[in-house]
């Protein structure tokens, strides 16, 4: 099956330096995605890893290691709208032909953040 | 920009009701997704399409089906609906196996069965 564990919570004031993690178990693998989802929004596109190391994207970076199951988004500089839930997400690669590309998120974490 | 576009963005409807949730995307991808968000479960996927005319069930499909007639359009209905399915629907697009960006998600339909 699929098992992907995320903090649920967490808090950090502005300006600060935050690390949410993120661990998976899949059967297939094809990528590890971030989302950001502010309340009552759908989620956005944050990052996207599919080799191991950091990607680096502004006051945004998101590191994966294959061999570990395991990923970070490290949010820098934080201002009061990064109060968001942020959601990992491995995409599956199962090779049936026609289903390809399914995305299997986690539960997410609520990041607040204090002035 | 891809944009996926739900035609309501909050329903409320009585229990027994029929439903129907319309998603659209406009550039072309081959995979459509329907989830729903509770909190504390996240999101949960009900169906999804690789191809016109296919679908497969997700995790949770039970007192839902779909349709994908074209396409851009991928359809979610409740043939009954109850107050259990007073949710967050969310729709989302994606190529078939390739693309940084994963899904394209739209902007959800609220929906409560009173």
């Known amino acids: 099956g699929q098992n992907i564990d995320q903090p649920t919570e967490m808090t950090a004031t502005e300006g600060a330096i935050v690390q949410i993690n993120c661990t998976y178990q899949?059967?297939?693998?094809?990528?590890l995605f971030w989302y950001q989802q502010h309340a009552g929004e759908a989620p956005t596109f944050l990052s996207y890893?599919?080799?191991?190391g950091l990607e680096e994207k502004g006051r945004f970076s998101s590191f994966l290691s294959r061999s570990k199951g395991y990923s970070y988004l490290l949010l820098k500089e934080l201002q009061m709208k990064d109060s968001a839930s942020y959601l990992c997400?491995?995409?599956?690669?199962?090779?049936?032909?026609?289903?390809?590309?399914?995305?299997?998120f986690g539960r997410g974490t609520q990041l607040t953040v204090w002035p | 920009d891809v944009k996926v576009t739900q035609s309501s963005r909050y329903l409320v409807k009585r229990t027994g009701e029929k439903v129907f949730l319309e998603c659209v995307q406009d550039?072309?991808?081959?995979?459509m997704f329907w989830y729903r968000q509770d909190p504390g479960l996240g999101l949960r996927l009900i169906y999804f399409?690789?191809?016109?005319?296919?679908?497969e069930k997700g995790d949770i499909p039970e007192g839902y089906s779909v349709s994908r007639e074209k396409k851009e359009r991928f359809s979610l209905i409740l043939e009954s609906a109850s107050t259990n399915q007073t949710s967050m629907y969310l729709c989302?697009?994606?190529?078939?196996?390739?693309?940084?960006?994963?899904?394209?998600f739209g902007s959800g339909t609220r929906l409560t069965v009173v």
């Open positions: 399409s690789y191809d016109v005319k296919m679908k």
């Open positions: 550039m072309d991808h081959e995979n």
């Open positions: 890893n599919v080799l191991d």
């Open positions: 997400a491995v995409r599956d690669w199962v090779d049936r032909g026609s289903t390809l590309g399914r995305l299997y």
């Open positions: 899949t059967s297939g693998f094809n990528g």
């Open positions: 989302a697009s994606s190529l078939r196996d390739r693309g940084v960006y994963g899904y394209t």
